[in-house]
């Protein structure tokens, strides 16, 4: 067999690919790419097939079932059950960043922090497409839209 590590590339590709797609850390599918390649090695036999293309097709499956399996796990927030009984709601750094908001941002996130559950174990392209596709709903156009989303990610980063 040739050598191994020459078809490395393509693991990294579709990581990069997944990760563009899913919303995923690269670092995460990266691994899971690699393991897969790694279970790739020692399940080719090369008369069936070209080395990358079982590399690919394994990967690819591979990235397939952990993204299914991830979005269908089912993770508990703890912070969702803390006691905020002796704490003041305007101790939460949301209300700190909101102050500096325009209107538009703070409709944005109050529906945001206000729902939740819409939005909980999605991914961040996600999340953004549903908020893109409610604004557009409420008759927001698409350059106010950008500029709230922008203008909230300046504010939080």
Do not use: H
């Not at 409709?107 to 939005?119: A, S």
């Amino acid at each position: 067999m040739k050598n191994n590590l020459q078809d490395i590339g393509i693991v990294q590709k579709l990581a990069w690919n997944f990760k563009n797609t899913s919303g995923f850390p690269f670092d995460e599918l990266y691994s899971e790419a690699l393991l897969a390649y790694s279970e790739a090695l020692n399940t080719f036999k090369e008369k069936d097939t070209k080395f990358s293309t079982w590399v690919y097709v394994n990967t690819k499956n591979a990235l397939i079932n952990f993204i299914k399996k991830e979005k269908n796990t089912n993770w508990v927030d703890i912070e969702a059950y803390r006691d905020y009984s002796n704490s003041s709601v305007w101790d939460n750094p949301y209300w700190e960043l909101r102050q500096l908001f325009s209107e538009d941002a703070k409709e944005v996130t109050d529906e945001i922090v206000n729902n939740p559950m819409l939005y909980v174990g999605k991914a961040p392209k996600m999340i953004r497409g549903q908020i893109v596709k409610e604004l557009r709903e409420k008759g927001w156009y698409w350059g106010r839209i950008w500029d709230c989303i922008r203008e909230i990610k300046k504010i939080i980063n």
